[in-house]
């Protein structure tokens, strides 16, 4: 009885000093992340989901919540090559001019890609405020064609704004 309470005690205490090194690591990579002006990232108060470690990188995906917005961040991190990549960066309140609607921001590094309008109970039918063609490719919504077109066109059609746009060409 007494053996198992004692294991019970260190297993919790090396629990709370992974924690505590988890948050210590997450720490250093955003200020890293900041330093090489990647992203522009606030370090503190974060909710840290448990990294998961894949065979070359590790994956940090972090969130919390600011009065009524729901901020996500979520990176790579290649030890090899101390690089990163796969940066998402969501922001989502509620659009007070709608009911249940609420607004929702991907920012890569510092400039928006896209933002769009949506109603959390169907998210299926969102409003583009700026960004549905980079959508569209980022979630391979997009036929080949349209792809290499948008890939060819991309620092132009970044930038286009508006809601139910034409469909890009196809080749």
Not at 8 to 24: G, N, P, R, T
Not at 88 to 93: F, R
Not at 100 to 108: A, I
Not at 127 to 143: C, M, P, R, S, T
Request: proline fraction near 4%; hydrophobic fraction near 40%.
């Amino acid at each position: 009885m007494n053996y198992t309470k004692h294991l019970l005690v260190i297993l919790f205490a090396i629990f709370i000093v992974a924690c505590k090194s988890i948050e210590q690591e997450l720490k250093l990579h955003l200020i890293e992340i900041n330093k090489r002006k990647i992203a522009n990232i606030d370090i503190g108060d974060w909710k840290i989901s448990p990294p998961i470690l894949e065979k070359d990188f590790l994956l940090f995906d972090i969130h919390k919540t600011k009065v009524d917005t729901l901020v996500n961040f979520r990176f790579e991190y290649i030890p090899q090559l101390d690089k990163y990549k796969n940066i998402e960066h969501y922001k989502t309140w509620p659009d007070h001019g709608q009911q249940k609607g609420y607004l929702t921001l991907f920012l890569e590094g510092v400039d928006t890609m896209y933002m769009y309008k949506t109603n959390r109970l169907s998210d299926v039918d969102k409003y583009f405020i700026v960004g549905e063609y980079y959508y569209q490719y980022k979630y391979n919504l997009l036929n080949n064609s349209q792809m290499i077109f948008f890939e060819a066109n991309k620092d132009s059609l970044i930038k286009v704004r508006g809601n139910n746009l034409p469909a890009l060409p196809s080749r």
